[in-house]
């Protein structure tokens, strides 16, 4: 038997259902904030992603999925959203003939090559949003609204909104030249990949997963104690404004998050459910002013986050909350025999299109097999079409709860469904 590749997943049964309604809540939520919705390609050349997630990241040297494809070009398949986000927002030109800020959203796989556990695959997808254009604090807590927001909407409680600030580039490069000052009588201390990462990009080193634990990573220096006014100013707006928001949030002054494109305000929700596991970071992002530059575009202010859909359904079911979604049909419709099928195609066609949801004997099954199907589909309805009714288009419909039995009118069972399910 084929199995599926190590570290994906299938989705079907009740889970499909659950996914199908929190996305669906997110479009609807993404309409409020008037975000714009992008899709963007799965691959995209590789370089994209080495400029713009960093070569020095975890991500970039050990996790991407790169091929050749036939015309010998290299691919890679997107291990984020945010560099095709911003490959696509200076591609179409929109910081000329745009409404700015450019505010976009955008859901779907990505591909990393992880170690799988529970919370973590290789195949996950992202829900995430991106808005270019404007440097002011408003938009950052705006953006970390999004995600509180969906959580709220959804009934979760179990969550943690972690905030810290990277500052400006002056800021960041006083931070590095103190990390490396730090670091350097230690560098014997850290693990060989470390070692690589203080010559290339220190601030990596503070989110290492093999030396996390140590105490030099522990105290090593703290941005909040590197800002110039600015950045000092910028960060102060972030929290005024998330408090006008009602957002309760905590100053960690750990986090760094583990891409290279962040400046100013980082962030990350945590999901504080007892028993959860480790990969208990339900979504991240942060500013990045330098990236859309980076890449090729002009001069323009970021900022974003993703959530990974798989932690959000987990925590949903460690907080046992119950979605509204749809179990039941409203009819199912039963040809007695082949005489009467198209008859009945017809009406369970024109059912559906009038918006019932509307099924019917496939297997040509007996009076008595078919009721039990009609159970198992948990219809409200069954209608029995036979010879009879058939012949005098009158319909004999079932009310499969009550068990109650009408006929009714070919032209009236819309308005007679109507009334009945509005009951
Ligand atoms: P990230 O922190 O790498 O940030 O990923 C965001 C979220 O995606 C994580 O918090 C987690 O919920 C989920 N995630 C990441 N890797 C996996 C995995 N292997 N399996 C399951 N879920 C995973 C970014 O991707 C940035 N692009 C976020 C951003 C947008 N920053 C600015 N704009």
Redesign the pocket.
Known sequence: MIQKAKGTYDVYGEYGKKLLYVEELIEGLMEKYNYEYFRTPIFESSNLFHRGVGETTD?VTKETYDFKDRGDRDITLR????AGIVRSYIENKMYGNHITPVKAWYYGP?F?Y?RPQS????E?Y?F???AFGSSDALIDAEVISIPVNLYKLLGLKGIKVNINTLGDNESRNNYRNALIEYFRPHIDELCEDCKERFNKNPLRILDCKLDSNLDIIKNAPKTIDYLNDLSKKHFEDVKKYLSAMHIEYVVNPNLV???D??THTVF?VEASIEGFGS?N??????R?DNLVEMLDGPKTSG??????M??LMTALDYEKIELPIINDIDCYVIPMSDNEKEFAIDICMDLRLNGFIVDIDYLSRNLKSNFKQADRLNTKFVIIIGEEEKESNILTIKDNVTKEEYKVKIDNVIDFLDEKLSE
């Open positions: 991500i291990p984020e959203g945010t990505m990393r992880e919370g973590r695959f290789r996950f992202q995430g949003v991106e998050r583990g891409l494109y962040y990350e990969q970071v339900l979504c991240g992002g942060g990045y900022v974003g986050f993703a959530m990974g798989e932690r």
